[in-house]
């Protein structure tokens, strides 16, 4: 009496292919995801304070370019303002504008509304609706074919210490992952 079923080549084969899939979910799934990756996502905040005053030297050290500086009249309380790019170590360039006030408490009180009203799904996108019109034209892009329709750049912010970072994204969410490893060159974090 045999064990086995009539076709032993296709009993083999079957189980082979079985153990495969299933060493290799096993390997994706712990590969998949580590402690550090999801430590340093739960440790990002949108809005965080710093131990010191930042400039646009800093965000420079951290890789940044800046490709246009704006006029900051309008610009409540902003020290400078600046656009650039950021190359991301997986997607490649991304473009950030970088907004610096004299303190974490002015960027939050001052910066906070003038975010809001450059980023995100309600992003005013032309210089009559917007807040603080200089530099709209590089808050928006254009999507779909002919003349496209106008969406937001930026699809959030940031706020680290006295910096206000309008950060790339078709969404808040995309926004946020995107650039949460540019703050954490610009806080000199290893991860």
Not at 38 to 58: C, H, P, V, Y
Not at 156 to 168: A, E, K, S, W, Y
């Amino acid at each position: 009496m045999r064990w086995f079923p009539v076709n032993k080549r296709y009993f083999v084969r079957t189980v082979s292919l079985a153990a495969l899939s299933i060493i290799t979910s096993l390997l994706v799934i712990g590969c998949g995801s580590s402690a550090s990756d999801s430590a340093a996502e739960d440790s990002f905040e949108r809005i965080s304070d710093f131990d010191r005053i930042l400039s646009i030297a800093d965000v420079e050290n951290a890789g940044w370019k800046e490709t246009k500086t704006y006029d900051v009249e309008g610009l409540d309380s902003a020290e400078d303002a600046q656009v650039g790019f950021w190359k991301h170590p997986v997607i490649g360039p991304l473009d950030y504008e970088i907004r610096v006030y004299p303190s974490h408490q002015v960027a939050l009180d001052d910066g906070t509304p003038f975010a809001e009203d450059a980023s995100g799904e309600d992003a005013a996108l032309n210089s009559t609706t917007s807040m603080w019109d200089d530099g709209v034209r590089d808050r928006r892009l254009m999507v779909g074919q002919g003349g496209g329709t106008q969406t937001a750049k930026f699809g959030d912010f940031v706020i680290l210490g006295n910096l206000v970072i309008l950060c790339q994204g078709r969404n808040s969410e995309q926004a946020l992952e995107q650039c949460a490893p540019f703050i954490a060159q610009i806080r000199g974090d290893d991860s």
